[in-house]
């Protein structure tokens, strides 16, 4: 699966002569099928995207949640955006703000920052402004400038108790530890 993987990759994203989006698609979903988590992922963000393939939210959703599942953290990400977005007619944003900390938990960014706006606005889940104060504060640190504009917004809603305490606790937080398997491949021994 990594070999074909490999080949699939190169087909994708090699020189503009050289590559071949209706071969790449085959050869992603061949290591997709054999359990590849980020053939997975690119398999649906091929799909989401209509890159060699006519577009397709439903396979998208479909691989993105297969890759996540092996804990894909990208597909996470792009999963809870999906479910944001209402892929299925109207927005689930229970499940994008689960999906989202998940991300957020393994260091995604964007995930980081989205899930501190749906915390501080009570999509999904009950308001909680110490928590969004926390996930923006972690993206700001990651260099996010926008977060670090929203962290301060939010500082100013928090008691001056609840601040010191969601500033210990952004302070120390650490990402936990990014399955390398599901997340990234290596090349094949030639």
Known sequence: ARAVYELASRAVDGPAGGRDLKLALRLFERAAVAGLAP???RLGNMFEK???T???IALA????QRAADRGNAKAMHN???LHAEGVTGKPDYAQATE???RAAELGVRDSQYNL????GRGLGAPTDLAQSFIWFSVAAGQGDEDAGRKRDEVAQRLKPEDLAAAKGLATSWKPKTLDAGANE????AK
């Open 185 to 188: 491949v290596a090349a094949p």
């Open 79 to 81: 999963l809870a955006v």
């Open 39 to 41: 053939a997975q992922f």
């Open 61 to 64: 959703r479909t691989w993105y």
């Open 54 to 56: 006519p577009r397709d």
């Open 99 to 101: 999906w989202f900390r």
């Open 116 to 119: 501190a706006v749906l915390l």
């Open 50 to 52: 209509g890159t060699g």
